[in-house]
């Protein structure tokens, strides 16, 4: 069984058109024209367990909405999809605490605090064993190379660093499938080879 399946995964937006001028509103209030946007027409593919792919394709092509299609933040409009056996958009919490999702415009860290501490709050929001945690952030920083900002501001990281704790806080609940999007080149190579 694939761990993620796509099957004519389409999401379709529609969005009011509104004339210009006062007379554009009040026409509006009688009857309204909609303007459909296809954020993803048909997209279908399969990912086998510990496959690692790229998804790749140009801005607006759709990449991000399948991906909130698959962590089940969008429903789609139509087509189906498995995670891991799930039905995302379901957001059933045994998905949930397997899955993980990185996205850049997306903060799982507290921009007010140190990373480690910000780390340790979702250690505890979560539920999460300290023995455990401590172990896989120990290891997750000294992979990605981070152990020397784990005192510092999240707001005051580059944007790289930033990234890296964010992918550090996405795995402390170590999901079953992992992957992730716009690492240095050494730092793929030490993900690929790593444990965690």
């Known amino acids: 069984m694939p761990a993620i399946e796509a099957s004519g995964l389409t999401k379709i937006y529609r969005t009011y058109r509104k004339e210009r001028g006062l007379w554009g509103s009040i026409k509006g209030l009688i009857k309204r024209r909609y303007q459909e946007t296809r954020a993803a027409d048909e997209v279908s593919f ?7 792919v790229g998804f790749l394709g140009p801005n607006g092509a759709g990449k991000t909405t399948v991906l909130k299609m698959l962590s089940g933040l969008l429903n789609p409009t139509s087509g189906d999809a498995r995670v891991l056996g799930f039905i995302p958009w379901e957001r059933r919490n045994e998905m949930k605490r397997q899955f993980s999702l990185v996205m850049g415009q997306k903060n799982a860290l507290w921009w007010d605090l140190p990373a480690q501490e910000s780390l340790e709050l979702n250690r505890a929001i979560y539920g999460i064993d300290r023995t455990r ?5 120990d290891g997750l920083s000294e992979l990605l190379e981070v152990q020397d900002k784990m005192n510092v501001m999240v707001r005051e990281l580059s944007l790289g660093e930033r990234m890296k704790m964010e992918l550090i806080s ?27």
């Open 46 to 52: 399969q990912i086998e367990q510990g496959e690692f």
């Open 133 to 137: 945690f401590e172990k896989v952030v």
């Open 170 to 196: 996405a795995l402390i609940h170590e999901p079953r499938e992992n992957g992730s999007a716009s690492f240095y080149v050494f730092t793929t190579r030490n993900i690929a080879s790593s444990p965690y």
